[in-house]
């Protein structure tokens, strides 16, 4: 049945008196999430889940809240759950090329750093001045007192025998020497020695080998002696540290005592400590080579007993809640900073700082999916990471390189986050498809709506939201006019009449635009004018290829008929989506039919401009000719069908009732009012189905009139089925209360086809054939007249052939 619709069925409209206060500053109450129970159902429930790959990923169109909402669910739950520990790095003594990690209470690694520094600047100075003591001094000049008085008495013992025998002990700056000597004491000069005759040389040589290894093994023995006394001396350094040493680091063990790595970690901080003492010793500068050049003074470096905290949660108030906008490796998982000195990178573990996986680590880490699979190596370590457990720094680009270097290698540290991505539904939905890890990582699905229903309590929340854009951004305040409108504008971004869109994002930039049209007025209030200006303003930013396009219309470029009536040609409706602004367009679409067996042939679909929707329209209106009039009788045709003047892809099976009636038409030979336009897809059945954006469409015909004039002739036929989805502009409705514009719905393709030629379809009689006076009738009495002649055509063939043979 055609039902021609009427103003009030074109557009809802929202009653400004639904609204209790005067104006949006009146309001208190203000939401976070509105009108998404299911995301929010599903956040709680992976929120909430412990167990090991319930991460969650947010999904949804730009603009509907995700971010928004997942940062005020995770603060409101973080805000009631124990800051995570503190994690500190500190060198390893016993292998310094891997870093030790140590755990600490929130706060505690702070303290744990400071109570080192403490200790270190205190022993500097203690220490030295324990070795400057007299005490010290006394006992240690005791030592090597006695070791140089046995050493004297052994160098004058070996003396005196030598003496006896012609040869003594001499010292000189290259050792202990056994020279001989003269019978009044003197040293024998080799003049001397070479004038003796050979048996007294001989006889003094043999003598001089004897007191040599005499005094070899006194020397032997010296040395022996020598490193007892150093070790004595080191037992007392290490005696007398000790006594300084041991109670500062027993002060801050018996903090630590049950945590076994801290206490071991002391352990070989005072090992390494009594060790190195001369490193705490005062030492004299030494002079330059160059009186001129004076180098810089060698000071001792105490890095190693320095504790690098890298996350630091002592001022934490619950758990971490991170989003990590740029999620490069580096930034997720830290980095080892360089120091270049002299044209050498060096680093240590100081140099080592924290990523988001540290700082969130107890807590909840969120990035966005697209921006982490931009970033190399991000998502692959993210997954590795969460599988073991654990976060490990790394030089990622070490496996690339040619020559392996050396370099520092921390300990991992143990991983316990939630970890929450959003993006958009194709990604997630790549992911789940063509990535294992993913669907066994991120188990849980918040999938975030961009319509909800318009109803009464979610209409309120509108208004709340729009209070709460105001009070956020300090804008004017709404009255309860531009509250509506704004709601009745909800419904045009849903697309539908009792939907309201859930795209945020776009109802924020209508408010504060319509805040600025307010403000430029200078008015104190917004009002739905203002709205219904900031709308118009803001298409008027973006229209320009419209414009052009009508423009063209207007001057018969592109050939668009809105009056009379042709035969094969009706006004097809198509949308252009150009990205910041979609729109409706107009266009012919014509058909050709003639004799032959070649069927409805698609122009669009051989020249390869026809996509895979539009190519199965075209199918399915062969298909409902054959089940409409070949039910008796086979047919012959042949038929063109083409959108005119299309220069770009054509898809989508929108305009399957439009191509039928050109086909029709161009069969019966009855002409179609150009007056109107045609949306709509059909199936087999004749049954008309709905489209999408039937209101750029709408709009698009009747700007393309209303600038030809309007005369009330013209109109639009759309599925009924897409009544709901109409939330037309008001010069539309206007010109519809006015008469001057029509709007029909139709549920059977015959309903549109009667509108077009003005007379009827028809309904087959018992015998299958159509009543005379009827569209089909023609159109079945044409067809017959064709296949009648292929088959004369056929039998005269034949004839020929027989008489050839």
């Known amino acids: 049945m055609i039902t021609k619709l009427k103003p009030d069925e074109l557009y809802k409209k929202c009653d400004p008196d ?52 997942v940062m005020y669910m995770l603060r409101g739950k973080a805000a009631n759950e124990e800051a995570p520990a503190d994690w500190c790095y500190v060198h390893n003594f016993k292998d310094p090329d891997s870093s030790i990690a140590l755990c600490f209470g929130p706060g505690k690694g702070a303290v744990f750093q400071r109570e080192l520094e403490e200790m270190i600047k205190i022993l500097k100075v203690e220490i030295p001045k324990a070795f400057e003591s007299k005490e010290y001094e006394t006992q240690k000049s005791k030592i090597v007192d006695e070791f140089q008085q ?40 080799k003049e001397e020695f070479d004038a003796l005759d050979a048996k007294a040389r001989k006889k003094l040589e043999e003598t001089g080998r004897f007191f040599q290894e005499k005094l070899n093994d006194v020397v032997r023995i010296l040395r022996e002696a020598e490193k007892i006394v150093g070790e ?57 080579p160059l009186p001129f050049l004076k180098l810089p003074k060698a000071e001792t470096s105490f890095t190693r007993y320095a504790v690098n905290v890298i996350v630091n949660n002592g001022e934490s108030k619950g758990a971490p809640v991170v ?19 002299y044209g050498m990178a060096t680093t240590d573990f100081t140099m080592i700082k924290a990523g988001s996986l540290h700082k969130a680590n107890g807590g909840y880490l969120v990035i966005d999916a697209l921006e982490l699979l931009r970033n190399a190596f991000s998502y692959e370590a993210l997954k590795r990471a969460l599988k073991n457990g654990e976060i490990r720094i790394e030089d990622v680009l070490e496996q690339y390189r040619l ?59 509108y208004a709340l939201y729009v209070a709460q854009c105001q009070k956020d951004e300090n804008l004017l305040p709404f009255d309860r006019t531009a509250v509506a409108r704004l709601v009745e504008m909800g419904s045009r971004l849903a697309d539908h009449q009792d939907k309201l869109s859930t795209r945020f ?38 229209n320009r290829i419209e414009e052009r396009l009508q423009e063209m219309m207007l001057d018969d470029t592109l050939i668009v008929n809105t009056a009379g009536e042709k035969v094969g040609q009706v006004n097809g409706l198509a949308v252009l989506d150009i990205g910041d602004y979609a729109f409706g367009k107009p266009s012919r679409i014509t058909a050709k039919t003639y004799m032959g067996r070649a069927g409805v042939v698609n122009l669009e679909r051989e020249t390869k401009m026809s996509g895979k929707i539009h190519e199965k329209a075209i199918l399915i209106i062969t298909s409902y000719l054959g089940g409409k009039y070949a039910v008796n009788k086979p047919i012959s045709l042949s038929a063109s069908i083409t959108f005119e003047q299309l220069y770009e892809m054509v898809e989508g099976d929108s305009a399957t009732c439009a191509e039928l009636y050109a086909l029709l038409s161009s069969i019966s030979g009855v002409p179609l009012k150009q007056s109107f336009a045609v949306t709509g897809s059909m199936d087999q059945n004749g049954d008309v189905q709905p489209i999408g954006g039937v209101n750029q469409k709408i709009e698009g015909f009747f700007h393309l009139c209303k600038m030809r004039g309007l005369d009330g002739s013209q109109g639009v036929i759309i599925p009924k089925r897409n009544t709901r989805n109409l939330v037309l502009s008001d010069d539309v409705i206007e010109a519809v209360e006015k008469g001057l514009f029509n709007v029909y719905a139709i549920d059977r393709m015959e309903e549109g086809l009667e509108l ?34 292929m088959e004369k055509k056929k039998g005269n063939g034949e004839e020929v052939r027989e008489k050839k043979d």
């Open 150 to 189: 046995k050493q004297q008495e052994y160098l004058a013992r070996l003396d005196s025998e030598a003496k006896e025998r012609g040869f003594t002990v001499k010292r000189g700056p290259t050792g202990v020497l056994i020279v001989p000597i003269k019978e009044n004491g003197e040293l024998m000069s």
């Open 403 to 461: 020559i392996s270097t050396a370099g520092l290698k921390p300990e991992a540290i143990p991983l316990n986050v939630k970890v929450v991505l959003t993006g958009n539904p194709y990604l997630y939905y790549m992911l789940h498809t063509y990535d294992e890890d993913s669907r066994e990582l991120f188990k849980v699905k918040a999938d975030f709506d961009s319509r909800m229903e318009r109803n009464r309590e979610n209409t309120g929340k």
């Open 18 to 69: 639904f609204f209790v206060f005067g104006g949006t500053e009146a309001v208190v109450e203000l939401p976070m999430t509105i009108g998404q129970e299911k995301a929010l159902n599903s956040l709680d429930f992976g929120l909430n889940m412990d167990s090991a790959g319930f991460n969650i990923f947010a999904i949804g169109e730009s603009g509907t809240g995700k971010m928004s909402t």
């Open 756 to 789: 077009l030629t003005g007379m009827p379809a028809g309904e087959p009689g018992p015998d299958g054939t159509y009543p005379e006076g009827t569209l089909n009738h023609l159109v079945e009495k044409r067809l017959t007249e064709i296949s009648e002649a």
């Open 505 to 542: 994002g776009d109802i924020a930039d209508l408010i504060r635009e319509s805040h600025y049209w307010a403000k430029k007025e200078g008015v104190d209030q917004v009002s739905a004018a203002h709205v219904t200006r900031a709308v118009k303003e803001k298409i008027c930013r973006v």
């Open 323 to 341: 989003y990590e906008s740029n999620p490069t490796y580096l930034n997720l998982f830290g980095r080892m900073e360089y120091r270049v000195q």
């Open 232 to 288: 004595m001396v080191m037992r007392l350094d290490r005696m007398v540290a000790l006594d300084i040493v041991g109670p500062m680091v027993d002060a801050i063990r018996k903090k630590y005592g049950e945590q076994e790595k801290v206490v071991r970690y002391l352990e070989d901080v005072k090992e390494d400590i009594l060790t190195h003492l001369d490193d705490f010793k005062a030492t004299e500068e030494a002079p330059s």
